[in-house]
């Protein structure tokens, strides 16, 4: 009760969780095709690599969204340049990439400003979240929506046979990197609320909890964006009444769903996993035994 | 006359090791066509190579007398099932459904038409009773009807498929036999990479036998005979000789 009472009365507390739940809905929209493409270590590589960003557009004084989202890029086209260029397979190149960029962003800050900026980056401050970021996380969040939307087939289909979209003309390249543009943003938007350590964790765990549920892209689209949304409210109302982080907050509610979700899915989970087992066991014994 | 497939010079190579040396030939339209060869000889390569799949060092492919690109959404592509993810989220229809979407171009999408169409194409496998079960809680021979569904949901002219045959049950190679041929009557070209010898001659027409270049190309009874079958498998029955010296 005191939460909503709190949530009427501080406007700063509204944007918080608007910022939150929209940063939930959106990571857990591009996060099921970050994890059904095997890019999860893509996602975490990306989301370090906008730092040297943010502070080259704070060097400037442009907004910290464009630097963020050019470094974020160009991390996506080194990693896929070296990878394919070498005999440097793809995780190892993302490691020599990410770590490049994620290095050269900590000298750029502590050059230019105080540790405290670099730990709001690096962990989010959801609370100090303005009217302008709420504004660019909400177009962000429509951009996102609206191009998932517009080329779900495409996505689907280079996601699952990359093979049979390519025998039919699709640019598997292009679909890749539109999709590494799209990752980039949504880190972007993250900063704030999660910061770019934990961004990973809103993008794989609400992702991979709804892909325990459901056997229908779609829907798994769906759960993962309501299992967003759903661990930045908790998280955020945690972390005001515990009075800890909101960024680790929010990633530890959806890592509690996520348990649920392994432990409890009626077709993955380990707990009905085990019965079945147990039963298909005891079936054979009975027989061997009559 | 315009052929089914007409290649020339095709040269390809996978990290400057070469793969294919210098193809030639050319496939009448309406053929069930067998790609042959011992392991290695680069028939996957071949099939992948010839639909632009992987890139080639030289020569021309033509499809139908075209580019393979203006051919695309005319051609039908089966994988390999062992290169497919199967705990993808995706349910049989779905998969189906697929083959619908190089018709439907980007931003149109499948209506109750195509979902119909798509379920009709499943019961030609006789898969329909599996609709909504998810892909990978299928059997390998029913993945591959499945997948032949797809193909057949395409509406292609040419169909190309990568070892169908590999890890399944009598009865859906049997099915997948039938409907080949049944497209073959339909005037419909088909590739098949294939590695069984045993039954290469009565499942196709055609043949192209491979060993890293081309053995030889032609129908069925001139090109499946002992003398010339042994040109391509010669390199590991030499091999097996030396060893019997040696031991």
């Known amino acids: 009760m005191e939460f909503i009472h709190a949530l009427l009365e501080y406007t700063f507390l509204q944007k918080a969780l608007l910022t939150s739940v929209m940063v939930g809905i959106i990571c857990g929209v591009i996060g099921c095709f970050i994890i059904l493409r095997g890019m999860a270590l893509m996602g975490d590589a990306i989301s370090h690599a906008v730092l040297p960003g943010v502070a080259i557009s704070y060097m400037l004084g442009i907004n910290f969204f464009f630097g963020a989202v050019l470094t974020g890029v160009l991390t996506a086209v ?68 609206a191009a998932v939307y517009a080329f779900y087939k495409e996505l689907l289909v280079s996601s699952f046979d990359p093979t049979m979209s390519a025998a039919y003309g699709l640019p598997n390249r292009l679909i890749h990197y539109f999709l590494m543009t799209l990752l980039t943003m949504v880190t972007v938007a993250s900063l704030q609320t999660v910061g770019v350590i934990l961004v990973v964790a809103m993008l794989i765990t609400p992702a991979a909890t709804a892909y325990l549920l459901t056997n229908r892209l779609s829907v798994m689209i769906f759960m993962s964006a309501a299992f967003g949304a759903i661990s930045a409210i908790f998280g955020l109302f945690l972390s005001l009444i515990y009075n800890v982080a909101s960024g680790a907050a929010i990633v530890l509610v959806s890592t509690f769903l996520f348990a649920l979700a392994f432990i409890f899915s009626p077709k993955q989970g380990v707990l009905f996993r085990t019965i079945r087992a147990r039963k298909a066991k005891s079936v054979l014994q009975d027989k061997s035994l009559s | 006359m315009t052929y089914a497939m007409s290649v020339q010079n095709l040269f390809v190579s996978y990290h400057g090791e070469e793969a294919l040396h210098d193809i030639n030939f050319t496939i009448e339209k309406g053929k069930l066509v067998g790609i042959i060869g011992p392991n290695g000889a680069g028939k996957s390569t071949l099939l992948k190579s010839l639909l632009e799949l992987i890139p080639k060092d030289q020569g021309t492919v033509e499809v139908f007398g075209k580019s393979i690109n203006e051919m695309r959404k005319k051609i039908a592509y089966v994988p390999q099932r062992s290169d497919m993810d199967w705990t993808f989220p995706i349910s049989v229809i779905d998969t189906v459904l697929l083959g619908t979407y190089p018709g439907l171009g980007v931003f149109r999408r499948p209506n109750k038409k195509h979902r119909e169409w798509s379920y009709h194409c499943l019961e030609k496998v006789g898969m329909e009773k599996f609709s909504q079960r998810q892909i990978g809680e299928l059997s390998g021979g029913q993945q591959q009807r499945v997948f032949l569904a797809r193909a057949l949901a395409q ?20 099915t997948i036999v039938r409907i080949l041929k049944e497209l073959r009557d339909e005037g419909k070209s088909v590739f098949v990479v294939h590695h069984d010898l045993s039954k290469a001659n009565t499942y196709f027409d055609e043949l192209i036998l491979l060993n890293k270049e081309l053995i030889d190309v032609g129908p069925v009874s001139e090109v499946f005979r002992p003398e010339i079958m042994m040109k391509a498998y010669e390199s590991q029955l030499t091999f097996m000789k030396q060893n019997e010296v040696t031991v």
């Open chain 1, 78 to 145: 080194g990693i896929g340049y070296v990878s394919q260029n070498s005999r440097i397979k793809n995780d190892a190149a993302i490691g020599i990439i990410f770590t490049a960029f994620f290095a050269i962003g900590i000298i750029l800050i502590s050059l230019v400003k105080s540790s405290t900026d670099l730990y709001h980056i690096l962990f989010g401050n959801v609370l100090a979240v303005r009217s302008s970021d709420m504004w660019i996380t909400l177009v962000i969040g429509i951009i996102i929506l």
């Open chain 2, 155 to 174: 509406k292609a002219d040419l169909f190309c498929l990568d070892e169908p045959f590999v890890g399944i049950d009598i009865t859906s190679e049997e």
